[in-house]
């Protein structure tokens, strides 16, 4: 959702107004209407947080939750991910989650895949986090042999993804943590 068509500036000077007139109002001796001035802003900014928040959740992925399994399937993966600190991890767990909710792995070839889909999201989840800037929306098309990168479509076997994750160095690890 587009922070820019919640329409939040006409609201906060709607607030802003009304609860300035409250010591107005209490200077002028109307402490019953302060009161209610008082009520309404309170009632209208609680609704309206409601709509906020709701329309904000509304676009958003929820994380997958790494379990020890996967990240154990992580380290047989990538032999320098054991290396990184501890923070590092967790940064990569983070992200590594993030890109599984939002993955998509198609088969057009309809190969024989001898991998649980879990894994298989790892190994995709894997590979984007390290070719992709915004890892939203990517769909993995199992392709032999592998064919690239496509906008926001990786065209690679499971073979070469497996052998390039064996291959990453540390270094790249964590350069693309801090990037």
Request: net charge positive.
């Amino acid at each position: 959702m587009n922070v820019g068509k919640m329409r939040y500036f006409p609201w906060l000077v709607v607030f802003l107004v009304a609860l300035l007139t409250i010591p107005g109002l209490v200077y002028l001796k109307q402490l019953m209407l302060a009161k209610w001035v008082g009520i309404g802003v309170t009632v209208t900014l609680v609704m309206m947080l409601r709509v906020w928040l709701y329309r904000l959740k509304k676009g958003s992925v929820q994380r997958y939750a790494i379990t020890t399994n996967d990240i154990f399937l992580i380290e047989s993966l990538i032999p320098r991910y054991r290396h990184l600190s501890q923070a590092n991890r967790r940064a990569f767990e983070h992200r590594i989650g993030l890109i599984m909710a939002s993955l998509t792995v198609l088969n057009p070839e309809n190969e024989s895949l001898n991998i649980p889909a879990n894994n298989l999201a790892i190994l995709g989840a894997c590979y984007a986090f390290l070719h992709f800037d915004d890892p939203k929306g990517i769909q993995w098309i199992i392709q032999t042999p592998s064919g690239g990168i496509e906008n926001q479509k990786m065209l690679v076997s499971i073979d070469h993804v497996t052998s390039y994750l064996q291959g990453i160095e540390l270094r790249a690890l964590e350069n693309r943590l801090l990037a």
